[in-house]
């Protein structure tokens, strides 16, 4: 369509077009300064077009970042190619209120934005059009798509009673550990305990109170690790610890740490004429393990050892640990 | 019934691939020009590859592009005249430092950062290129918004293996350098099925 193929009678009805389009139009000119401001744009800012007319448009819009914007904008004057901004990049352009007020969820409009190069008669480009289009929906539907994803993989890794994580997560950050110990001269560590007597408060006080003293223990534990210690609730009232870069010394202060911290502990819920306690087995990384599952049955074992000096205590694995001996 | 729906049988002859390379040639000598002047940097031109590829062959062009490094790419649709395709930027993710400096980019280069460089350099690269084609052809492409595929993914993992509407595309595959710099990234620009046909009748006018 060329100028002369328009009519006066068909400009009116072209600006009506542009008036009601439910998309933003903004017309720059070299300066930036606003040239046309369309219908959508005065609703949505509430500036009418004579009011906006001339103004600057970094002036007028203090949230527009004016080096950001003209790294985008330049190009078009400079190589007459259009650019693109998304709303990955800067949620908007210009700070308008979401389209639906009420049963929106996203307070602010999510822009994505094409600014293209307008030539005059001469060919030249001495104004650019940025076209603002309102991707609120498409920007909040990923982003419940993205908290669905994350709550699900964090629903797979958890053990739902205690928060902790779960046997499957812990078992495949233990292979993992197993896999980097052989190749690593850092030594790692496996600590594995139990709940004595556990059954035994199950039957006097109730499964409930056992599931109590189970999310008791979990939470006293989760205050005492470190950032790279990985513990989880193994199974029934056996949990299981992995510290890495630990040796079994240091592996000894974290079991006795942890005894004490059951043997003191405070929680109302829970039973206060039976005593609670744990033993705990140790196992450090050995390069004669040949499978990871070697490694935790060394630490099973040491358990086992513990448990049968008694209780309440720790043991570290000793090669010649074999269960129903001592 | 739709076009994407009907048996079209593509084909390529020497003589169209040729113009086709030549039309690529000139719109990237455009892009390259237009490069020189915004960035001061001189672009390496690489002789585009022309190619008819099945589906389960733009997995392996993709792969190719890059062997198993991660990668970063933007890809945006365009479509003018009844002709619709869409570019594909790929990035090296090594790249990323010499990106910011050439693009004069003085930020952190997080994910954010990154995101930024990718959709300045994408809107540079593909604009130029299509534009330069459509002026050639003389078909007007409108462009949709840059979608980026993804951040440091596996190549493998940037295409979905999805119900593909087509079973071959016109790939023109550039692969731009740029002097001096580790700037590494691959250009290609995929037509659909349909869309081949008219191009290359649009073609075999300018042979004749």
């Known amino acids: 369509m060329t100028d002369a193929n328009i009519e006066l009678g068909d400009i009116h009805w072209l600006m009506d077009i542009l008036q009601n389009i439910d998309v933003g139009l903004v017309v720059l000119d070299r300066d930036y300064n606003i040239q046309l401001w369309n219908g959508f744009m005065e609703s949505h800012s509430g500036l009418s077009p004579q009011k906006t007319r001339g103004e600057n448009l970094f002036e007028l819009f203090s949230e527009i970042p004016r080096d950001w914007f003209m790294k985008k904008a330049e190009p078009v004057f400079q190589l007459k190619t259009r650019t693109f901004t998304i709303w990955e990049q800067r949620p908007y352009l210009f700070r308008f209120k979401n389209y639906r007020p009420i049963t929106g969820r996203a307070s602010v409009m999510y822009q994505n934005t094409s600014i293209i190069p307008l030539e005059s008669i001469d060919r030249s480009v001495n104004h650019i059009c940025v076209i603002i289009y309102d991707v609120t929906d498409t920007a909040v539907s990923q982003a419940d798509a993205e908290s669905a994803r994350e709550s699900l993989s964090e629903r797979n890794r958890t053990d739902l009673l205690t928060g902790l994580n779960n046997r499957n997560f812990w078992l495949s950050e233990m292979e993992r550990e197993f896999n980097r110990c052989q190749r690593s001269v850092l030594p790692s560590s496996l600590v594995l305990f139990d709940i004595d007597g556990f059954r035994r408060i199950n039957l006097n006080h109730g499964h409930q109170t056992g599931d109590q003293l189970l999310r008791s223990i979990a939470a006293s534990l989760q205050q005492m690790l470190r950032q790279t210690d990985i513990i989880c609730r193994y199974s029934g009232e056996m949990f299981a610890a992995l510290l890495v870069d630990t040796d079994e010394e240091e592996a000894a202060v974290f079991a006795e740490r942890i005894r004490v911290m059951v043997s003191n502990l405070q929680d109302s819920h829970l039973p206060t004429d039976s005593p609670v306690s744990v033993s705990l087995g140790i196992a450090r990384f050995q390069n004669d393990f040949p499978l990871a599952q070697d490694w935790l049955q060394a630490a099973d074992k040491a358990l086992y050892h513990a448990k049968q000096s008694g209780g309440n205590q720790y043991s570290i694995y000793q090669p010649e640990h074999t269960p129903g001996q001592d | ?208």
């Open chain 2, 1 to 208: 019934m739709t076009a994407s729906a009907q048996a079209v049988s593509v084909s390529l002859n020497e003589e169209q691939r040729d113009c086709y390379q030549e039309l690529t040639n000139v719109a990237m000598g455009q892009a390259a020009d237009r490069l020189a002047r915004l960035l001061d940097v001189y672009v390496v031109l690489p002789i585009p590859k022309v190619n008819l590829i099945e589906a389960s062959d733009l997995r392996m062009a993709i792969q190719d592009a890059e062997t198993d490094k991660a990668m970063s790419a933007v890809c945006q649709g365009f479509i003018g005249s009844g002709i619709a395709g869409e570019a594909l930027l790929l990035f090296n993710d090594t790249s990323f430092n010499d990106l910011a400096s050439l693009m004069n980019y003085s930020g952190e280069l997080d994910r954010y950062g990154e995101l930024e460089l990718l959709m300045d350099v994408s809107s540079l690269l593909i604009g130029a290129c299509i534009q330069g084609i459509g002026e050639q052809l003389e078909i007007h492409f409108n462009q949709g918004h840059p979608v980026v595929l993804g951040q440091h993914c596996k190549p493998g993992d940037l295409l979905k293996a999805g119900n593909h509407q087509w079973t071959q595309t016109l790939a023109i595959e550039i692969h731009y350098t740029i002097e001096h710099v580790n700037i590494d990234c691959d250009l290609l620009l995929l037509f659909t099925e349909d869309s081949v046909v008219r191009l290359n009748n649009k073609i075999n006018y300018l042979l004749d």
